[in-house]
C-alpha cells in the first residue's frame, strides 16, 4: 500500500502550532530594551537567518525521505549519526520539560491552583495528541490552530490598541547579541524538522510552506513579548491577558500552544530513538520523554533559558553547516561509513569556533557582528568542509546525486 504524503497546507498547520508558543512570546519581552524599531530589525533578521539554515535542513530530509538523525548519517556516518541522535534526544527532553515548566506556571498565574497540577495536564494532553499521531492530527490540528490564531489576535489587538510606551528596565543588549536571540529559536528546530519534511508530497514547496509558517508565526510571537513589554511594562504574559480579561481565552492560548509546540519536541525524541536503535518503539519513547518532561518540569527552576540555547547553537549550527556543503555543494554521503572523522572533527572545530565567538562578544569591550555568531560560524565550518574535500579529492557522490 502506498504511503500517505502530507500536503504543504498540513506541514503548514504543524508549524503554526510550533510557533505559537509561551517560551518565544517569553524571549521576546528580552528585546524590549532595544527599542520597537530596532528589536523589530533584529527579531526579523535573526529569524531570516535561522530560517534559511531551517529551510536547508528540511530540505535535505523531504528529498531523502529520511528523518533528521537519518540525514546527519549522510555526512556523518553510522555511529556519527547516533552520536547526534542521542545529544538531539538530550535537547529535546529538556525542551519537553521547559515547554512544559514555562506553561504550568502561565495557567496557574491565571487560575488558581499550583503549577503542579497544570504540569500534568499539559503532560497529559501531549501524551493523547502522540497517541492520536502526527498523520491523523488533521482536523484536531485545525480546529486548535484556528482557536489560537483568532485569540492570539485578539491579544495583539489588546496590547498595542492606543497605549503609549513606558519606560522599560533591564540589562540591555548588543544589536548583534539581540540577532542571535532571536535565531536561536529556528535554530533549535534544526535537528527534527526533517521528521516531518521527509513525509511530504511535494519537498520543496512543503518545506518552504513550513520554514516560512514558523519564521512568520515565530517573529509575531517574539513582537507580542517585546510589545507586552513595552506598551504595557508587564514582562508575564499570563497577567497582561487576566487583566485583559481574558481568562478563559488566556487558559486556552497557553494550554494549546503549549501542546502543539511540545508534541513535536517528544514526538522527535521518540523519532531520533529509533535513529539510535530500531527495537525502540518511537511512539512508546515519545510518551516516555514526555513522561520525563513532565517530572522534570515539576521539580526544578527553568525561568532563564537562553544559556540552553546557546548551547543548542553551539552543537546544531555547526552539524547542519557540514550536512548543507556536503549535500547541496559536494553532493557526497558517507553512509557506507561508520564514522566519518573528517567531518566529525570540522564539526568539533565549528564548535569550538562558536563558543569562542560566543565568549568574546560577551567579554567587556567584545564585538558581536551585526549578523550574530551562529551565521559566521556556519559560513566559515561550511567553507573549510568544503575546501577539505576539495584538496583532498574525496567526496564521493551521494546516491540521489548518481541517479
Same mark, same amino acid.
Given at each position: 500500500?502506498?504511503?500517505?504524503?502530507?500536503?504543504?497546507?498540513?506541514?503548514?498547520?504543524?508549524?503554526?502550532?510550533?510557533?505559537?508558543?509561551?517560551?518565544?512570546?517569553?524571549? @521576546?519581552? $528580552?528585546?524590549?530594551?532595544?527599542?520597537? /524599531?530596532?528589536?523589530?530589525?533584529?527579531?526579523?533578521?535573526?529569524?531570516?537567518?535561522?530560517?534559511?539554515?531551517?529551510? +536547508?535542513?528540511?530540505?535535505?530530509?523531504?528529498?531523502?525521505?529520511? %528523518?533528521?538523525?537519518? =540525514?546527519?548519517?549522510?555526512?556523518?556516518?553510522?555511529?556519527?549519526?547516533?552520536?547526534?541522535?542521542?545529544?538531539?534526544?538530550?535537547?529535546?527532553?529538556?525542551?519537553?520539560?521547559?515547554?512544559?515548566?514555562?506553561?504550568?506556571?502561565?495557567?496557574?498565574? #491565571?487560575?488558581?491552583?499550583?503549577?503542579? #497540577?497544570? %504540569?500534568?495536564? #499539559?503532560?497529559?494532553?501531549?501524551?493523547?495528541?502522540?497517541?492520536?499521531?502526527?498523520?491523523?492530527?488533521?482536523?484536531?490540528? =485545525?480546529?486548535?490552530?484556528?482557536? +489560537?490564531?483568532?485569540?492570539?489576535?485578539?491579544? %495583539?489587538?489588546?496590547?498595542?490598541?492606543?497605549?503609549?510606551?513606558?519606560?522599560?528596565?533591564?540589562?540591555?543588549?548588543?544589536?548583534?547579541?539581540?540577532?542571535?536571540?532571536?535565531?536561536?529559536?529556528?535554530?533549535?528546530?534544526?535537528? +527534527?524538522?526533517?521528521?516531518?519534511?521527509?513525509?511530504?508530497?511535494?519537498?520543496?514547496?512543503? =518545506?518552504?510552506?513550513?520554514?516560512?509558517?514558523?519564521?512568520?508565526?515565530?517573529?509575531?510571537?517574539?513582537?507580542?513579548?517585546?510589545?507586552?513589554?513595552?506598551?504595557?511594562?508587564?514582562?508575564?504574559?499570563?497577567?497582561?491577558?487576566?487583566?485583559?480579561?481574558?481568562?478563559?481565552?488566556?487558559?486556552?492560548?497557553?494550554?494549546?500552544?503549549?501542546? =502543539?509546540?511540545?508534541?513535536?519536541?517528544?514526538?522527535?525524541?521518540?523519532?531520533?530513538?529509533?535513529?539510535?536503535?530500531?527495537?525502540?518503539?518511537?511512539?512508546?519513547?515519545?510518551?516516555?520523554?514526555?513522561?520525563?518532561?513532565?517530572?522534570?518540569?515539576?521539580?526544578?527552576?527553568?525561568?532563564?533559558?537562553?544559556?540552553?540555547?546557546?548551547?543548542?547553537?553551539?552543537?546544531?549550527?555547526?552539524?547542519?553547516?557540514?550536512?548543507?556543503?556536503? $549535500?547541496?555543494?559536494?553532493?557526497?554521503?558517507?553512509? @557506507?561509513?561508520?564514522?566519518?572523522?573528517?567531518?566529525?572533527? #570540522?564539526?568539533?572545530?565549528?564548535?569550538?569556533?562558536?563558543? +569562542?565567538?560566543?565568549?568574546?562578544?560577551?567579554?567587556? @569591550?567584545? $564585538?558581536?557582528?551585526?549578523?550574530? $555568531?551562529?551565521?559566521?560560524?556556519?559560513?566559515?565550518?561550511?567553507?573549510? %568542509?568544503?575546501?577539505?574535500? /576539495?584538496?583532498?579529492?574525496?567526496?564521493?557522490?551521494?546516491?540521489?546525486?548518481?541517479?
Amino acid at each position: 500500500m502506498e504511503e500517505k504524503r502530507t500536503s504543504a497546507f498540513e506541514n503548514a498547520l504543524i508549524w503554526f502550532g510550533a510557533g505559537v508558543s509561551i517560551a518565544e512570546i517569553i524571549t @521576546g519581552t $528580552y528585546f524590549a530594551p532595544l527599542g520597537f /524599531k530596532t528589536g523589530l530589525l533584529a527579531i526579523l533578521l535573526g529569524h531570516l537567518i535561522g530560517g534559511i539554515m531551517m529551510f +536547508l535542513a528540511g530540505l535535505i530530509g523531504a528529498r531523502t525521505r529520511l %528523518c533528521a538523525m537519518d =540525514t546527519v548519517k549522510l555526512s556523518f556516518g553510522s555511529a556519527g549519526g547516533s552520536m547526534f541522535a542521542v545529544l538531539n534526544i538530550m535537547q529535546l527532553v529538556g525542551w519537553t520539560a521547559i515547554m512544559i515548566y514555562d506553561g504550568s506556571l502561565a495557567c496557574a498565574g #491565571i487560575f488558581s491552583g499550583g503549577a503542579w #497540577i497544570w %504540569c500534568l495536564v #499539559i503532560g497529559a494532553l501531549i501524551a493523547l495528541w502522540i497517541v492520536i499521531g502526527i498523520k491523523n492530527l488533521g482536523k484536531v490540528n =485545525t480546529v486548535a490552530m484556528a482557536a +489560537l490564531f483568532i485569540l492570539t489576535i485578539i491579544l %495583539c489587538r489588546i496590547i498595542f490598541s492606543g497605549s503609549a510606551p513606558v519606560s522599560v528596565s533591564g540589562e540591555g543588549m548588543s544589536f548583534g547579541a539581540a540577532v542571535e536571540l532571536a535565531v536561536a529559536m529556528p535554530l533549535s528546530w534544526l535537528p +527534527l524538522i526533517s521528521d516531518y519534511t521527509r513525509e511530504a508530497e511535494k519537498p520543496v514547496r512543503a =518545506t518552504l510552506a513550513s520554514v516560512v509558517t514558523y519564521i512568520l508565526v515565530s517573529c509575531w510571537m517574539y513582537v507580542i513579548g517585546m510589545g507586552a513589554a513595552i506598551f504595557t511594562g508587564e514582562s508575564d504574559i499570563a497577567q497582561i491577558m487576566l487583566k485583559a480579561g481574558l481568562s478563559i481565552a488566556a487558559l486556552i492560548i497557553v494550554v494549546f500552544s503549549t501542546v =502543539t509546540t511540545t508534541f513535536l519536541d517528544a514526538f522527535s525524541a521518540g523519532i531520533s530513538c529509533q535513529a539510535v536503535t530500531a527495537r525502540i518503539n518511537g511512539k512508546y519513547a515519545a510518551l516516555a520523554v514526555t513522561a520525563v518532561g513532565t517530572a522534570a518540569a515539576m521539580i526544578w527552576p527553568m525561568d532563564n533559558i537562553t544559556g540552553f540555547l546557546y548551547l543548542i547553537g553551539s552543537v546544531f549550527a555547526p552539524m547542519i553547516a557540514v550536512q548543507a556543503a556536503d $549535500y547541496f555543494i559536494l553532493h557526497r554521503d558517507s553512509c @557506507g561509513k561508520t564514522l566519518d572523522v573528517p567531518n566529525l572533527v #570540522i564539526w568539533l572545530a565549528g564548535l569550538v569556533l562558536y563558543r +569562542l565567538l560566543m565568549s568574546f562578544a560577551g567579554a567587556p @569591550g567584545g $564585538y558581536t557582528s551585526p549578523v550574530g $555568531y551562529t551565521a559566521v560560524d556556519m559560513v566559515v565550518t561550511s567553507l573549510v %568542509c568544503v575546501a577539505y574535500r /576539495k584538496l583532498t579529492g574525496a567526496h564521493p557522490a551521494h546516491a540521489e546525486a548518481k541517479q
